[in-house]
């Protein structure tokens, strides 16, 4: 029986469930060593995604996410992961220094999860290195920006590599027990040396709402330098296609076609219009070789295919019938490829700024009812929140039920209506946020909520 995995994908969006810490290696002052010299190219990223509307008549809600990348060519170039450019716009860096920074995306990945952002500076910005393929309980500090804190680091080891978390045909994920939230996404995972041996991405919780519980995963440096050297060559070559669906041989699979020892990946099926179909490759035959060379599973056979250059004839060992043959394939362009990925235009993003952001917040006035209802005292004014969107950054500020706004702006507010004039006139005039004065069980206490563009 095959068990489905909940797999989420590390980048914040407004907030996210906190989950009971997990343990991990002590931090030593080799540690702290590492992390004061990698730490200074580790980046908070702050962006804008649109939300569709939850309900009919409803409208589309801006919201903000926060997530992480690392500064990998002095220039001001920046990795991180294509989930958290998806659909977004507006992005701003905060660096370890406290400078804050516009970005724009430099270039997505079609297919693997990685994406380049670019900042324009007058100086040269400190910079990461990729290192070497790590081995299964090597040392590795996890940085980032988990739940929007600001720049963290967790300690670990490396669990487990060639992980298979089912996200695209070649997966070979690393797994770490340093600690990745939501919001690490895009974040570097360094070994001993302050090099780069991974690129946090995910991790693993069976509750949709939970956290961290020991599971986290990583792109290896192998295939994210690999990415990246591409996408910063404008004459890289397209991925490789021929143009069928690999899974792994099991021993039953192989017992039951009667193989012996052979080993390799069996094909499921092959695209009619595809060179594996021109090369008289059907479902059923089992792939040992490509270019003389045997890989681990599936998923390696079809790495070394997207990476093989367009127009290359490869050559392929195949089992049919109990038999070994050799057969000769053209590789081709993986059709409808997309190098722009889900990045939202200049034009639609400008569109989305001058719309007036809905916060996620309810609102109503402050009744008699009210005050008995959230134990408020008599002699408090303002306007009641009821409710507060789980996916907003007012929830990510800890803004609640029972919570009153009693000034904006430094004026006073007594109805809705006051809350939307504010938000308004302050839309209007291109205030990147506004000051509320929130009195709640902890106090009175200063927010800044987003309006407008936080890059001005």
Do not use: N, S
């Given at each position: 029986m095959y068990r489905i995995l909940t797999i989420v994908f590390a980048a914040l969006l407004a907030v996210s469930a906190l989950s009971t810490s997990v343990a991990a290696r002590t931090m030593t002052m080799d540690d702290a060593a590492i992390a004061e010299l990698a730490m200074p190219a580790v980046v908070n990223i702050a962006a804008w995604k649109i939300r569709p509307a939850t309900e009919a008549g409803g409208a589309p809600r801006?919201?903000?996410i926060y997530a992480s990348g690392f500064i990998i060519d002095p220039s001001g170039v920046i990795v991180t992961n294509k989930h958290v450019v998806d659909g977004s716009f507006d992005f701003v860096l905060l660096f370890s220094n406290g400078d804050r920074v516009p970005a724009k995306v430099l270039a997505v990945a079609p297919m693997v999860d990685l994406a380049l952002l670019k900042v324009d500076?007058?100086?040269?910005?400190p910079a990461l290195k990729w290192g070497e393929a790590g081995r299964v309980g090597d040392g590795v500090l996890a940085m980032g920006n988990p739940l929007g804190f600001g720049i963290s680091v967790t300690a670990g080891i490396i669990s487990a590599l060639n992980r298979d978390i089912q996200d695209t045909p070649f997966d070979n994920y690393m797994q770490t027990d340093a600690a990745i939230n939501h919001g690490n996404s895009g974040g570097p995972l360094v070994d001993a040396n302050g090099d780069v041996v991974g690129v946090d991405t995910a991790f693993y919780n069976p509750n949709d709402a939970g956290g961290f519980i020991g599971i986290g995963l990583a792109i290896p440096a192998e295939t994210a330098r690999f990415v990246v050297e591409r996408l910063l060559d404008p004459a890289h070559h397209r991925p490789g296609w021929l143009g069928l669906k690999l899974q792994d041989l099991t021993p039953s699979l192989s017992q039951a076609l009667r193989l012996g020892d052979v080993q390799g990946s069996i094909i499921a099926s092959v695209d009619s219009d595809g060179p594996a179909s021109d090369a008289g490759l059907q479902p059923g035959d089992v792939l040992s070789t490509v270019g003389n060379v045997k890989f681990s599973d599936s998923r390696a056979f079809m790495r070394e295919i997207v990476q093989t250059r367009v127009g290359t004839q490869t050559q392929l060992t195949i089992w049919r019938d109990r038999k070994e043959q050799v057969v000769k394939a053209i590789v081709a362009e993986w059709p409808n490829f997309m190098s722009g990925g889900g990045v939202v235009s200049v034009q639609a993003a400008q569109a989305m700024l001058e719309q007036e952001p809905?916060?996620?917040?309810?609102?109503?006035?402050?009744?008699?009812?009210?005050?008995?209802?959230?134990?408020l005292g008599p002699g408090l004014s303002g306007v009641l929140v009821t409710s507060v969107d789980a996916e907003s950054e007012a929830r990510d500020?800890?803004?609640?039920?029972g919570d009153v706004f009693s000034i904006i702006q430094g004026a006073p507010v007594a109805t809705p209506d006051d809350v939307k004039k504010a938000v308004r006139s302050a839309h209007e005039e291109r205030l990147p946020f506004i000051a509320i004065l929130v009195q709640g069980k902890g106090g009175a206490r200063w927010v800044s909520l987003s309006v407008g563009r936080t890059g001005s």
């Open positions: 801006r919201v903000k500076v007058d100086k040269r910005l809905d916060h996620g917040v309810q609102l109503a006035p402050l009744t008699d009812e009210a005050r008995k209802r959230f134990g500020l800890g803004i609640a039920p």
